[in-house]
Every structure is written in structure tokens, then in C-alpha cells.
């Protein structure tokens, strides 16, 4: 491979048995509402040890239905982590509720279980608790669950866990999105752990919860007889008993999700692999390296480092320049949401959440995908030794 090749921070894993699945279901006679989406969700929730998986067509409407069959509205309140993609925030905003957010802890980059107990128990003695909390699995790694459901056990919250990074990673034994959330949410965008092109899917043991969430994701449209207000009218007969959308994924998605998935212990292992390889390259870096927590794993989605400003004087923006003009596709994860335009004019101000703002300005994203090869690896490494002077 020439060294000026570009390599992407992250790209989607496609071989012959992803294309040989999808062009069996492009000739089977049914693209879409066929048997391919309830053979990926029973697949996808046996791999998460949950009792329900819905698959849509991504994870942004997967969190506002989520948000919908939670009961957010207009009046309630739902909190996420300042450290995330701007979907686990605006799910809310969609449903009219009002949003805020919690700062995270340094070390794991996840909402920090510290501030969101201040938080919760200030909001108790002012009447302004939320009913959602949606704490998210920066990078893959599973956030504090256990403690956060012991909080909203105590106050009355629910925890909808966007685990968009966080396919097949593993907390105190098990996998996410089966134990501790009430509703937890993942993503097949091309650049997360396997891809559906576009795809989401939401994961429950809430059989209430489940049923809603199904029923909303087709137009709250249901031809289950237990389901509808009055008799059956006929063969033909449909009842819309609630406003839904059209949130439904294709079975040419769910086939090649299907067939993704099988392959998710390999893809995760070489992630794996290459995660202790930076880790072991980068030791003497002035860098913050990603967090190992002793009873989780992570799925390794992303390998985000942080500049250490006591150690190195040099900026991100000029490490990043510098990677990118090397044929380094790094990125930046993430702008805190509050930060952005449309948060600012809702009132949101810069100094709200410093931990995030402070972790933000030195943090790079370095490549991280299973088809990365060790002397590409070697080579962002390289480059980034100079760019470091390290
Ligand atoms: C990717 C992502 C989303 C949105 O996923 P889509 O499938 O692209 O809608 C939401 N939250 C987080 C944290 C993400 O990384």
C-alpha cells in the first residue's frame, strides 16, 4: 500500500457472505416487512441476551421512539451525556420535551454517575426530576449502569442507554442492552461495529415497552385483533391506535445486519487486537489513552485520545492538521452538544459542563476499524510520534 493511501478513522466490514445474504433476499419477494427483519431482531437479541430487539431504519428514530414509548412529551424532562453525537439529545426535543445534560467523568469520557447524583438531588428538593436519562456507551465503553439504575430506582427515572457505540460489549458479565436499562439503543451506520447501511435497533426485556415501540414504528397501525379498540372488520381490516411513523428498516438491511452479526465475535476480537496494540505503542505519549474498567468491556468503536496539556504544548488542531495532510483520516469525538448553535440559543452556555469542553480540546479519534492492518496502524502511530514530538 503507497504511504499517501488515505486511511478513514472507520469503514464498514463487507465480504462475500454479507453480499451473497443480500442478493438472496433481493430475489426472495420481499424487500421490505418480510421474514428477514424478525430473524435479524431473534438474532440480535439472543446475541444481547435480551427478550426484545425492533429494528428501524437508524438509531436516531430508535431513540426519539424509544423517547415516544417512554412517555416523553411536552413538560417532561430527559438529561443525556454533554459527550455525545447530537441525536441523544434532540430525540427528546422532537417529542417537546426539554433537555439537559450531565458532564462526564474524565477518565471514562462517560456521563459522570457524581454529577448526575448532584444533579438528581438538586433537582428532587426543586421538583425538576427527569423521567428519562439517556446515558451513552462513549466509544463502546458500557457506562456506570448498575448505579445508575440503583438512581432511577430511587428517583423515579428511566434509562434509556444509547449504545449506538456499543454493539456487543459487555458489562459485569453480560452484554449490553440486556440487564439495568429500561430500553437501550444501537446503530448499523457504516462506521459503527457492523452496519445495515443505515439501521438502528432498539433492545427491551419490557414486553409493554416492546409492543409499543413496534407498533410505532409502523404508523401505531396494528391487524392484531388483541390489539384494536373494536371487532375486526374482515381480512382486510387495520386499526391505527396510536400516531406512529414510518421508522421501518428494509429485510435487504436486516439480511446483511444478519449476516454482519455473525461475524460480530471476529470483528470484535480484531478490534480488540488493535486497541492493546495503540495502547502498547502510545504508553509514553503525552496522551490520554482510552479507559480499561476492570468489569466491562468495551466494543471498541472508536480509540479516542486526548492530549495531555500538561505534557505536550502542542494543540489538536495542529495534530490533527498535521494527521490529516499524512493521509490520516482522524476525526474529533465529540463537540459537546451544548456547544452547538442550536443548543447555545436555547440557552446553553460554554463553562456549563468543563470536563467534557476541557476533554474536547485535545481530543483525536485515531483509526480503529477490523480491515485496518498492523502497518497502517504503525503508520498513524509514526505520524502521529511526530506531530507529538514524542
Ligand atoms: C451514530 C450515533 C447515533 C445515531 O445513529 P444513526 O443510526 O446514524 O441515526 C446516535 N447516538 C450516538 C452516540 C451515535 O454515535
Not at 443525556?80 to 426539554?98: I, K
Not at 495503540?278 to 468489569?295: G, N, Q, T
Not at 463553562?351 to 476499524?369: D, H, K, M, S, V
Request: proline share 5%.
Amino acid at each position: 500500500m503507497a504511504a499517501q493511501d488515505f486511511i478513514p478513522y472507520s469503514t464498514q466490514n463487507i465480504v462475500e457472505d454479507d453480499l451473497a445474504a443480500v442478493r438472496t433476499v433481493l430475489t426472495s419477494g420481499w424487500l421490505t416487512q418480510g421474514p428477514a427483519i424478525p430473524r435479524f431482531e431473534a438474532a440480535f437479541a439472543a446475541a444481547h441476551e435480551v427478550k426484545h430487539a425492533v429494528a428501524m431504519c437508524n438509531a436516531t428514530v430508535a431513540l426519539h421512539t424509544a423517547c415516544v414509548a417512554l412517555g416523553v412529551g411536552p413538560g417532561s424532562r430527559v438529561w443525556t451525556s454533554v459527550n455525545s453525537f447530537v441525536a441523544s439529545a434532540n430525540c427528546a426535543l422532537y417529542c417537546g420535551a426539554t433537555v439537559d445534560f450531565v458532564d462526564i467523568d474524565p477518565h471514562t469520557r462517560n456521563m459522570s454517575l457524581a454529577a448526575l447524583e448532584q444533579k438528581l438531588q438538586r433537582a428532587a428538593t426543586e421538583g425538576t426530576l427527569p423521567s428519562v436519562v439517556v446515558p451513552v456507551d462513549f466509544a463502546g465503553l458500557p457506562c456506570d449502569l448498575a448505579e445508575m439504575r440503583a438512581l432511577a430506582d430511587r428517583y423515579g427515572f428511566r434509562i434509556l442507554e444509547d449504545a449506538s457505540h456499543a454493539v456487543g460489549a459487555r458489562y459485569r458479565g453480560k452484554p449490553v442492552g440486556s440487564a439495568y436499562a429500561h430500553v437501550s439503543v444501537f446503530s448499523f451506520h457504516p462506521v459503527k461495529i457492523i452496519t445495515t447501511g443505515e439501521g438502528g435497533l432498539v433492545t427491551t426485556n419490557d414486553d409493554e415497552l416492546a409492543r409499543k415501540i413496534q407498533l410505532l414504528r409502523s404508523h401505531g397501525i396494528t391487524r392484531d385483533p388483541a390489539q384494536m379498540v373494536g371487532p375486526s372488520e374482515g381480512g382486510w381490516y387495520y386499526e391505527q391506535v396510536a400516531l406512529g411513523f414510518n421508522y421501518r428498516i428494509t429485510d435487504v438491511q436486516a439480511a446483511l445486519g444478519s449476516s454482519q452479526l455473525a461475524r460480530l465475535p471476529s470483528l470484535h476480537a480484531r478490534r480488540v487486537e488493535l486497541a492493546a496494540r495503540y495502547d502498547e505503542k502510545l504508553r509514553s505519549f503525552p496522551l490520554h489513552l482510552p479507559a480499561r474498567v476492570a468489569d466491562r468491556e468495551s466494543s471498541w468503536h472508536l480509540y479516542a485520545v486526548q492530549i495531555d496539556s500538561t505534557r505536550s504544548t502542542v494543540s489538536r488542531a495542529t495534530v490533527f492538521a498535521q494527521l490529516r495532510d499524512a493521509g490520516i483520516g482522524v476525526n474529533v469525538h465529540y463537540i459537546p452538544i451544548h456547544l452547538q448553535p442550536y443548543y447555545q440559543q436555547l440557552g446553553f452556555r460554554r463553562g456549563q459542563f468543563p470536563n467534557a469542553e476541557r476533554y474536547y480540546e485535545g481530543a483525536i479519534t485515531l483509526p480503529l476499524f477490523p480491515q485496518l492492518s498492523e502497518a497502517q496502524q504503525d503508520r498513524v502511530v509514526a505520524a502521529l510520534a511526530e506531530a507529538l514530538d514524542a
